[in-house]
């Protein structure tokens, strides 16, 4: 049973934009924070973004100024719109649903390639 799935990956020129979506279950979206992280090649996973369910936002340094967070929770969708793409800026990029609490399960998305080069 798919859980979350990403989409809006590819390759784009270095100043470019893409919007990522991440669309999950109903009962998984309505009660977590949502988080982006990203990953790339030799490098651990990153945290990018996050949207609480009351719509607080938070962008990781790197970030700030380029990218935007948000969701909309009538899709059950969180999405990371990216500007500014820079060659750093490729990497995997994963949707979270976040634990509530100790225990709880935890969910990820299969990925979505990002790729800024010209």
């Known amino acids: 049973q798919v859980q979350l799935v990403e989409s809006g990956g590819g390759l784009v020129q270095p100043g470019g934009s893409l919007r990522l979506s991440c669309t999950a279950s109903?009962?998984?979206?309505?009660?977590?924070?949502m988080v982006w992280f990203r990953q790339a090649p030799g490098k651990e996973r990153e945290f990018v973004a996050g949207c609480t369910t009351g719509g607080t936002t938070t962008l990781a340094d790197s970030v700030k100024g380029r990218f935007t967070i948000s969701r909309d929770n009538a899709k059950n969708t969180v999405f990371l719109q990216m500007n500014s793409l820079k060659p750093e800026d490729t990497a995997v990029y994963y949707c979270?649903?976040?634990?509530?609490?100790?225990?709880?399960?935890?969910?990820w998305g299969p990925g979505t390639q990002v790729t800024v080069s010209s």
């Open positions: 109903a009962s998984i979206f309505s009660v977590r924070t």
């Open positions: 979270n649903a976040v634990k509530r609490y100790l225990g709880d399960r935890e969910y």
